[in-house]
């Protein structure tokens, strides 16, 4: 049986918080640095609108590597399956997610997965609009669609403070743009990817996220089709085959459900059919995921027998 009070994930959430201090939180994006550590909180919401939750569930943080995820859904409906697959391909990397290793090697040169970064950014070089100003707030309004919150935003500060030093993703950018993968200005798509990474929410609105992914793109309250049914099966598949970067083999393995997680320390998770998951824990892992939060998915896993596997 799922999780049934806010009491049990607080004890979850007590024991995940023991590995803590194994990890760093992320420091690249110098104001991610300001983060944290201790922050954990945990919110699982069901498709019948009731929401358990625990831990500092107040908290907002930024999605970083979650938002790939929702800017490939809406890039998909943009343009639909071929002309995306085009240009980024489907297949996980087994590298850290900023490389730029096998975007020179893999013939002909597109990115391989929409999860790493250099797919990110050729997917958020397809998401439609008249200006960057206008594709940035398509995304945002679809992000506050599918959590249900008016109210979400960006932080400004953090979006700041990634343009600024995001260099290697620049790289990545020129490297697609000589292979024609991307064919706007880098320092207009540096603008909409750092604003895109630097929507922020907390735990709860990541779960109503995960939960309409879960439900096959459909908002459960208002019954609203949001993300058409291929549209999501196509992005939960990639949560399992490369949401938590060279470490997909591993969570499927210790958690088997489609997840995605970022540098900020938030994790998204998606049982079809049943739930959402929204966690953040800034500490992080040597391969950049929540080292508690990934605890605290594997707790869960066992104890409420999650993985599809
Ligand atoms: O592009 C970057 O490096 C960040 N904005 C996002 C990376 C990220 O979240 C990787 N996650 N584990």
């Known amino acids: 049986m799922l999780c049934q009070s806010n009491d049990e994930l607080q004890l979850l959430v007590n024991q995940a918080r023991e590995v803590i201090h194994d990890g760093n939180v992320a420091d690249y994006i110098p104001a991610l640095a300001k983060a944290e550590q201790e922050k954990l909180s945990v919110a699982l919401f069901y498709p019948d609108g009731r929401l358990y939750s625990a831990g500092d569930t107040n908290e907002n943080f930024t999605l970083q590597s979650i938002s790939k995820v929702l800017a490939l859904a809406l890039a998909l409906i943009d343009h639909g399956e071929e002309y995306v697959f085009q240009r980024v391909g489907k297949e996980p990397t087994g590298d850290p997610f900023n490389s730029i290793a096998k975007l020179e090697t893999n013939k002909p040169s597109k990115p391989l997965n929409p999860m790493i970064n250099a797919g990110a950014l050729a997917v958020t070089h397809m998401i439609k609009g008249e200006s960057v100003e206008h594709r940035f707030e398509r995304l945002i309004e679809f992000i506050r669609c599918l959590s249900s919150n008016e109210t979400i935003s960006y932080n400004e500060e953090i979006a700041k403070s990634e343009y600024d030093t995001a260099d290697l993703n620049r790289a990545l950018a020129f490297f697609m743009k000589q292979h024609d993968v991307i064919t706007e200005d880098i320092e207009g798509l540096m603008d909409l990817y750092t604003k895109q990474c630097a929507i922020e929410m907390n735990c709860n609105d990541l ?20 993300i058409p049914v291929d549209v999501a099966r196509i992005c939960k598949t990639f949560m399992v085959t490369c949401g938590m970067y060279n470490a997909s083999g591993e969570f499927a393995i210790n958690v088997g459900i489609p997840a995605k997680s970022g540098v900020a320390g938030g994790i998204m998770g998606s049982i079809p059919k049943k739930c959402g998951i929204g966690i953040f824990g800034p500490s992080l892992d040597d391969k950049g995921n929540s080292i508690a939060g990934i605890r605290l998915l594997e707790m869960m896993s066992r104890q409420y027998s999650l993985s599809m596997f």
């Open 207 to 226: 779960a109503r996220i995960g939960c309409v992914l879960a439900m096959d793109g459909r908002n459960p309250e208002t019954d609203e089709q949001i």
